[in-house]
């Protein structure tokens, strides 16, 4: 029952920007836009959320469009250290829960 | 280091026995929540709790429970397990019921 669809995987090659699509096209006006990854199987990771503005933060930078129905995330310079599974997930503020759909298998190659 | 400890790291037990999963939130974190992780399912969202309360409820068997103690701390208890409760369960834990997720590195139950 996951809001969000994402390619289920991409490479990317060291050193270049990786960019992960996003698609929420149901989301409505009170719902974020968070994005975690999990590498290998440890803990997923927070990287970064938004609920209309672009946003940038150390590790990456979010860019939702205007209609807010797409997302991309944005690496700027991959490492090998980013391979992982990156998750888009939409949240509104009055739900207590956080559920994960399927992700983007990332693969940044050297 | 998220902050947030789970214990044990790993636990092998057989069919039909009962265990319980520990997590210690980040210090003043209010809310836990977990989540199981098969290779067929994926992060399947089980229970939240805040500050002692249950806030929200995903995927959870009637043979699960948990809750969540007055220092914070919570307990997932797994009972009558099966052969496919075999998983990583993470628990995750935040400041508000609505902030950022910070996870432990989880507990690997395999049910033999």
């Known amino acids: 029952d996951a809001k969000t669809t994402q390619p289920p995987s991409m490479d990317c090659a060291e050193g270049r920007a990786a960019n992960l699509p996003c698609n929420h096209s149901t989301i409505s006006g009170n719902e974020y836009v968070y994005w975690y990854r999990q590498i290998h199987s440890q803990g997923p990771q927070y990287i970064i959320h938004g609920l209309k503005n672009n946003e940038t933060n150390e590790m990456a930078s979010l860019i939702i469009t205007e209609d807010r129905k797409s997302s991309t995330l944005i690496l700027p310079h991959a490492t090998l250290r980013d391979t992982a599974v990156y998750y888009c997930?939409?949240?509104?503020?009055?739900?207590?829960?956080?559920?994960f759909g399927a992700g983007t298998r990332l693969t940044v190659k050297p | 280091d998220s902050g947030v400890t789970q214990t044990p790291k790993h636990l092998i037990t057989a069919t039909g026995q009962r265990v319980t999963l520990r997590c210690s939130p980040r210090s003043g974190d209010l809310s836990v929540y977990w989540y199981q992780q098969s290779l067929d399912q994926g992060l399947q969202f089980l229970i939240q709790?805040?500050?002692?309360?249950?806030?929200a409820k995903g995927n959870i068997l009637e043979r699960f429970s948990a809750q969540q103690f007055p220092d914070l701390h919570s307990e997932l208890n797994l009972s009558s397990l099966e052969l496919g409760d075999s998983a990583l369960y993470f628990c995750?834990?935040?400041?508000?019921?609505?902030?950022?997720?910070?996870f432990g590195s989880g507990t690997q139950l395999s049910v033999l």
């Open positions: 709790y805040y500050n002692g309360e249950e806030r």
């Open positions: 995750a834990s935040s400041a508000g019921s609505n902030e950022k997720l910070f």
């Open positions: 997930i939409v949240r509104d503020l009055g739900n207590n829960d956080m559920r």
